[in-house]
């Protein structure tokens, strides 16, 4: 299918493989060249590495929590067309009032929410100028179905959801289409982190941890599998093209069913 973004350039943030390397290969199938950053210097380099492109990918290593950071991507990047922010962590987890601190709070709106608004005020201006924008953030499942141990990740990603709604509405007159996505258990870096961690707390293999969350904690997920990073881009990479052109302040759920819910 040709999205019709040839020639278009792209910054994606947490590119350091999962989500934004997957992103980043379809959007270099449809011609677009390529900025990704990441704070993980030798995982952005092997993504670009994996990725090929020739002069079509470029990297910035990059902080996006601080504002050298932020500057550093803005001035490398220069003016862009489309901006896809994957950029987060689950965060702490445990009981919301007991277990974690308000430092962990602040931690995940750092990284989850405030790096999206910083990447927002850097380039969506810009497009608004030249008249043509496309904008995703990945926000998550937790924005409609929120978990009790997740508590800093959901308020974080809720966060992010009613910031790309509201910009997405002032924006959308001069060409911007802000949108997100909102996946469910993703089969990533973070994951498997996450799994691995079970893991060892339960006294199992991974694949035992995966299955056991899944019966546990996503009942509802009825493929009853992690999703691949390749399943997300894919409505990603739809988002970021000139075919969406009507599409404005969305939340398109990648979750495998796992929210039950028919809002957000």
């Known amino acids: ?9 792209a910054l994606i943030t947490g590119a350091a493989g999962g989500m934004g390397e997957a992103t980043a290969r379809l959007l ?21 590495d994996r990725l090929g492109g020739g002069d079509r990918v470029s990297t910035v290593v990059a902080d996006l929590t601080k504002e050298k950071g932020v500057k550093a991507v803005a001035d490398a990047a220069g003016d862009i067309d489309i901006l896809v922010h994957t950029t987060g962590v689950t965060g702490a987890k445990g009981d919301p009032l007991e277990d974690v601190s308000i430092d962990d709070y602040r931690e995940a709106f750092e990284i989850d929410f405030l790096t999206g608004v910083q990447m927002a005020r850097s380039f969506i201006p810009g497009m608004r100028k030249r008249g043509w924008g496309r904008v995703v953030f990945v926000t998550s499942e937790n924005v409609a179905q ?12 809720a966060a992010l959801l009613t910031f790309v709604k509201g910009t997405a509405q002032l924006y959308a007159i001069d060409g911007v289409c802000i949108n997100s996505v909102a996946p469910a258990f993703i089969e990533t870096g973070m994951t498997d982190g996450m799994m691995e961690k079970r893991a060892k707390k339960l006294g199992m293999t991974k694949d035992e941890a995966i299955n056991t969350f899944l019966n546990e904690s996503r009942p509802h997920l009825v493929l009853h599998r992690r999703g691949k990073a390749e399943e997300v881009a894919a409505v990603i990479a739809f988002l970021c093209s000139e075919l969406a052109s009507f599409v404005i302040g969305s939340n398109y759920r990648v979750d495998g069913g796992s929210v039950q819910s028919i809002e957000l």
């Open 1 to 9: 299918m040709d999205l019709k973004i040839n020639n278009r350039k």
């Open 28 to 48: 270099l199938d449809e011609g677009v060249h390529i900025i990704l950053t990441d704070i993980d210097e030798a995982g952005l380099t092997e993504t670009a």
């Open 146 to 157: 929120p978990y009790p141990d997740e508590a800093v990740y959901n308020a974080a990603k």
